[in-house]
């Protein structure tokens, strides 16, 4: 065969007599004259030829080459769990707030016992902006209510609260924040007159046999350390001892001081 059958061989695949004439979309031209035959077959167009195909046997590599990668991404995707289906690391539950309540001992806000308190006592309680925070306390729902009104007064009083007689029908409770000698404390010299409940209270001491600063150093160091509203005011002149404590603490002073007022307390045992 010479030159001219084998280049009719390349460009007409289809049939020995008809030329499909390449085109660059991936499609066919109608088939080439004679004359386009003789032309095509001259250097230039062969070498145009040779370009083309091998440029389209990259793209259609490249095409390829993207499906394979795209089918492996997407076997890849199938196989990873999706993001509902990731599981949060295993975390350990934080805990709960620690409860310092227990069915005999519960931890409450001060103005809900100030309120349970004036149900009890069916009195009218005054209270300042320093009465704020929490109380512990036994549950005393169950008590007589003489019980239950001693057991909130003398809790009130361990936390730093204050309660004064301002009329029988009134009291007035004052905050850790605020000395309660402000408002004014009843003053008593006769341990009879001492209020019955828990409350805040000065007493006048005198002393027949002992001095009065004498005495206020030992009732000092007794109660180290004092509560906000503990005072001790000497008066030299009279001899005596102005202490501002509540009731109890008042009636056991008066108890320690009435043994040691005594003629002989200089004597040697």
Sequence with gaps: MGEHSMTRTLLSPRS?????????????????????KLSFQSSPARRAVADVVPVRAMHTQYILTAAVAAALVSSGLSQTPGAAGLKAPSESPSPSPRSHSTPDCRVVDVCDLLQQY??????????????????SIDDVSGLQRDKAIEIIERTLFSDGFSITDVDPNTVEVTGTGKNARAIGVPVFNDVKALPTQERLVSFVFGFKYRDAKEMQQIVAQHLSPPKMYTSFIVEPKSNTLLVTERTTVIRKLIDIIAKMDVPDWKKEP
């Design 118 to 135: 004036g149900a009890l006592t069916h009195l009218k309680v005054i209270r300042d902006n320093f009465v704020q925070g929490k109380v």
């Design 16 to 36: 020995s007599n008809q030329a499909m004439q390449p085109t660059f979309d991936g499609g066919t031209a109608a088939p080439l004259s004679m004359s386009s």
